[in-house]
């Protein structure tokens, strides 16, 4: 029996089916404070979270859907341009070359540290590739944890590294001394997560192994204001995948692809039988074997209700040998695969995928359509795209890339004068992330459309060139001064040789 059988829309508690059960128990403050935690809706977080799973793990159009928003908004991972607001710095630097000089600074320090593997704890992947990871897992289960650690070592570009948690390790602590130390702080615990009175995160706990005491993880150090914690999820306590939601019309979908898939593998094999008329049934009882088989091994025999002797092939020729009186041989002619089988999937993909923000061309990766309506399909389709890559950056990146530029200023890599006045920091730290462009359906216009807004000062060069491909004008400016010097040196090579 399949997972998905499991959890039909008529089940109501599928906690019992988990191997591990984790309870969830709300301890409210005694204090009287605006915010409270007892009236918040029971959710069952661990058993949606592991239907999601499954459903990844199960559901091609599941794994199309999440491939195709990570290819989109993620792609190779974002890159950052900086651009502080320096009207708020009261001791900015005064001249633009100053100032392009600090921004060039920062962003080749990150572009190298980005580039490295040293953001991650284990050392296997680079932050663009944890990026992927990271967003996946934001997808699939609706939330994901990262524990920022700090090295001191001279060797590293920076002391900041990742370490992404499994979500199944948050879990709620049923020790009584957390539980009673908690509450003296006047915080609630749920799902794991510890909370004040406002309802802002305070801790974790995180599950080592299996039998042991959670371990408590602050999410800023209460001395070095360092950030330890990163929890992205879209959901006030714990994150809720759309996928769960979406678990009972996948597994039909599923069995229905794998029903489709048999019966069209089923239709491919020859199919036949020899009927007798009327006045001939009684003959033809008693002379089954009518049909020879050409240099084919026989198998089991086996008598029918009608007394026809039944034989496989095995991929030898059929051989029709002399019927019988009244005997005729008949072919079935298949009826797959079925001709509304695309239509049918189609209808219930353009639901789903829709769920996402994502049109079914987009999802097919097929555009067979008008030039206007592809072209309406793509531009809806990102403005989806905007709004993941807009909450990816604010759950993780910005985070990160602040506890990254601090470590850099407190060792004096960076001079940000007033770096610890909250705003000013803000100020310091101002940029945007930069991702793949969105697809052009017609690139002639679309350039022109760029020289135009570039012409009405509505862009930039520089950012255009980010949009585009990642790449930097100014460096791009570089390059094409080399590669046009060498250009006309080999031109003018070639016409001294034709001389």
């Known amino acids: 029996m ?133 967003f996946k897992k934001f997808l699939n289960e609706g939330e994901f944890f990262a524990v920022i650690r700090y090295l001191n070592s001279h060797t590293r570009l920076s002391p900041v590294t990742i370490q992404i948690l499994n979500n199944d390790q948050i879990v709620q602590p049923t020790d009584s001394a957390l539980i009673n130390n908690a509450k003296k702080r006047g915080n609630s615990i749920v799902e794991g997560i510890e909370f004040d009175s406002t309802g802002a995160e305070v801790a974790i706990y995180v599950l080592k192994k299996m039998g042991e005491t959670p371990v408590r993880i602050l999410f800023f150090g209460e001395k070095s204001k360092r950030q330890f914690v990163i929890h992205g999820t879209n959901h006030q306590f714990r994150g809720k995948s759309r996928l769960a939601d979406m678990v009972y019309e996948l597994d039909r979908l599923s069995k229905y692809d794998e029903a489709e898939l048999e019966a069209t593998v089923t239709a491919s094999k020859f199919v036949a039988a020899v009927e007798y008329k009327n006045e001939y049934k009684q003959i033809g009882n008693r002379l089954a074997g009518g049909i020879s088989l050409g240099g084919a091994r026989k198998t089991a025999k086996s008598k029918t209700p009608e007394g026809l002797e039944r034989q496989e092939i095995d991929g030898q020729a059929l051989i029709i040998n002399n019927l019988p009186p009244g005997a005729e041989f008949k072919g079935y002619q298949p009826n797959r695969p079925n001709a509304n089988y695309e239509k049918f999937v189609d209808s219930f993909c353009t639901r789903l995928a829709g769920l996402w923000g994502m049109p079914l061309s987009i999802f097919k990766m097929l555009f067979s359509s008008s030039y206007s309506a592809g072209r309406a399909e793509v531009l809806l389709f990102w403005n989806s795209v905007q709004v993941f890559r807009a909450d990816f950056v604010s759950g993780f990146l910005n985070d990160f890339k602040k506890a990254v530029v601090s470590e850099w200023e407190k060792k004096g890599e960076l001079k940000m004068d007033g770096f610890g006045v909250p705003a000013v920091r803000e100020a310091w730290l101002y940029g945007s992330w930069t991702g793949i462009s969105r697809p052009v359906v017609d690139p002639v216009r679309e350039i022109n459309a760029i020289k135009s807004r570039i012409a009405e000062g509505h862009t930039t060069r520089e950012r255009e060139s980010k949009a585009f491909n990642g790449s930097d004008f100014i460096e791009n400016i570089d390059r094409l001064k080399i590669e046009n010097e060498e250009l006309a040196k080999a031109r003018g090579k070639l016409e001294q040789e034709a001389k």
Request: net charge positive.
């Open 2 to 134: 399949s997972f998905f059988s499991r959890f039909s829309k008529k089940e109501k508690s599928p906690q019992a089916l988990l191997p591990h059960p984790l309870p969830i128990t709300v301890f409210s403050s005694q204090t009287t404070n605006p915010f409270s935690f007892a009236d918040m809706p029971e959710q069952n977080f661990a058993a949606r979270r592991q239907q999601a799973r499954t459903v990844m793990a199960e559901s091609l159009i599941a794994k199309n859907i999440v491939q195709r928003l990570c290819d989109n908004v993620v792609n190779a991972g974002l890159s950052w341009e900086s651009t502080p607001i320096w009207d708020l710095i009261k001791d900015a630097p005064k001249s633009e070359d100053e100032r392009k000089k600090f921004t060039r600074k920062i962003e080749n320090k990150w572009k190298l540290y980005a580039n490295s593997k040293e953001a991650d704890w284990r050392g296997q992947f680079t932050l663009q590739q944890l990026q992927v990871q990271i």
